[in-house]
């Protein structure tokens, strides 16, 4: 009995053996075959290591040993800068290292104020000029064309400061060039002209708190923000870029022509070439080479003559009208006797995850340095706010040495993590508990990287709330959101600084609070002679601070006479009188005020107006002026198709860098792939894109299209060695009992 029981024990126990080493040897077959099959059959635009036989920038996938050729984009950009106004030429090079045919995707910011009004395609030595359409019917024929096998660029705003350039149908090892052309303005500010040419994109977060933003804005409208992955583009981590060279690089080139003897011209950020070629008159490009994408590129130059009237008209015919732009900054001497009137601050600081790094010690010190300048006959109080929000004190109070003390050990201990939901903070610090209080100035100054894709309900808090408060916005970082921090100031009344490093703070924190320890100048008008305006933007003309001038555009219908500017501080009258005929005549002023009238038109819908009456306004405007907008896209399309119709058209979707300074880590998981999404919102990394099939091949966390595989081939590897172990162990047991 005892020997038929060990006989029994030890045919199980072998039993089992057999049917672990069977299993095992299922599995290396289907492992093997299905890597057969596979090895010579790479997924469609994706390549193995053993493919490449040239230097490549590679992106990895979910499948092990497979990888995706990233489109390599060289940026050239031409600046011709005449008196203030700015044409620049933006040229893209598209580059496709694979043997697919490509269609490449890069988003890409543009100064807020800009018009972009052409487009044009380079294949070999054609050039193929764009023509603007309505934003769908421009869709709709790029993507006829794509099917096609056409070349095609296709060129689409998102945000008036970030646009998406889409070219489909790029050959296998092929460049296809890509030309666009935008107008702007630069800045002046206390006698210093400014140019920024954004190269970064902050990455947006998108808030999730739909019931409180209804609630905190009294909206009726949706909260969420529908296009989110659109302005969510791949990000490329610090590690995943090459060692050697750059994969987005960027050159600037400058031409200025001032109009007046030039003093000092410097980049604040870069180090810069400049080559006086003539009185008033200087070229200027990167001194270093090739930069890369990840910090905006900012160029300043002054008067020699700093105490000279920083006063200019410029004019230009296009299509049968003449077109007006007036920069005018008042004397430096504005209200400088005037008594300081007391104020009630409230300082919002942003200590989101996006602000990590320096971004945060610059907005810690700009903090602290405006506390310290606070009067004892000043109010103010403190909020701080990441996707939670904390008031050091329950309402403004008294600016004594008790309370200060108490903000500034509030202030030195903040860090930065978690989201950036901005308006529960924003609500909080408009709500006026003393609007009958005539005796202060009441100001919000707004410390942020303004990392947000909500825009449009903030715009509208500050429109709903802003009462007599007004709203002075501080971007923070290498690439803040311009758009924002522009918009928002213009709609609170107040002016936009921006601090690109921590040695800035000062400085910029200087001019900003001599700006608002100074008077305002409100009622500000500008008087044309009888007959000779037919339309003036923006209007009406906003507050006017110390130091900040004023720019306003207009159609003239007799541009004749002389232009009056006036308005009102401290009880006295303040003018300036301009010769309408004495205008220096200018190129882009037409496009500048088609774009300052689609800014005024998308305004008013925080007025009042419908947006059945803002959407025919702003897309009557495009069209007119020939401007890409929310509502018109620019569209160039080579005739002659390219691709083969059996071949596979791959789409992808270039990353863009991490702003410099920027902690990637403090606002994303740990997942340490070479490219993330640039979303802040976990839910979009691996949603489906809009109209996807779902049996489609599925999205991995870096927003790129990846095969799924075929056989848990993993799986039956190991079950097989689990199954073997267990029958060892089981005959190795019963062969001791045989020995006792």
Sequence with gaps: MTSHARNAAGGQAWFGLIIAVATFAASLFLWSDALADEAPATPEGMVRLSEINEGALLLKTMEHGVYVPAPM??????????????RAIVTQRFENPSDAWVEGTYLFPMPEDSGVDRLRMQIGDRFIEGEIHERQQAR???????????????????????????????????TIIVQIEYQDIARLNDGQFEVRVPLAITPRYIPQDV?????????????????????????????????????????IR??????????????QYHATLV????????????????????????LTWQPADRTQASAALFTEEWNGQTYLLAQILPPAELGAD??????ETIFVIDNSGSMAGTSMQQAREALIFALERLEPTDRFNVIRFDNTMEQVFPDA???NETNVAAALAFARGLDAEGGTDMLPALVAALRDKSADDTTRVRQVVFLTDGAIGNEAQLFEAIHLGIGRSRLFPVGIGSAPNTYFMSRAARIGRGTFTHIGQVSDVAEEMEQLFTALERPVMTNLDAIFPQGAISEIWPAPLPDLYYGEPVVMTARLDNPQGVMILEGQTAGATWREQLSLSEATQSSGIATLFGRNRIRGIEETRFQGASMEQVDQGVLQTALDFHLVSRLTSMIAVDATPARPTDETLVARQTPNMIPDGWDFEAVMDDRMVPVQHAS????????????????????????????????????????????????????????ERRLW
């Design 275 to 298: 080559r006086h070629t003539a009185p008033g008159e200087a070229s200027i490009e990167l001194a270093n080479g090739p930069i890369p994408a990840n910090r905006d590129f900012v």
């Design 338 to 343: 005037t008594p300081r009137r007391p104020r």
């Design 140 to 174: 709709q024929i790029y993507e006829r064309a794509r099917e096609a096998g056409q070349r095609a660029s296709l060129v689409e705003q998102e945000r008036p400061n970030m646009f998406t350039t889409s070219v489909a149908n790029i050959g296998p090892g092929e």
């Design 211 to 251: 019931g409180y933003l209804l609630a905190a804005t009294g909206s009726t409208r949706g909260s969420t923000v529908p296009d989110a992955q659109r302005i969510t583009p791949p990000l490329m981590l610090p590690e995943g870029e090459p060692e050697e060279g750059l994969r987005l690089p960027v050159t």
């Design 680 to 735: 802040l919102d976990p839910a979009l990394i691996s949603q489906l894109r809009p109209g996807q099939d779902p049996d489609a091949p599925r999205l991995d966390e870096n927003g790129l299209p990846l095969p799924a595989t075929a056989t848990p081939r993993e799986l039956l590897t190991w079950l097989g060695a689990l199954l073997m172990l267990l029958g060892l162990i089981w005959l190795m047991t019963h062969q």
């Design 73 to 86: 984009i060289a940026t050239d950009i031409e600046l011709d800068i005449s008196g203030p106004v700015v």
């Design 397 to 399: 109070v008294d600016a």
């Design 254 to 267: 400058a031409s200025l022509d001032a109009s007046f003897e030039l003093g000092e011209i410097a980049s």
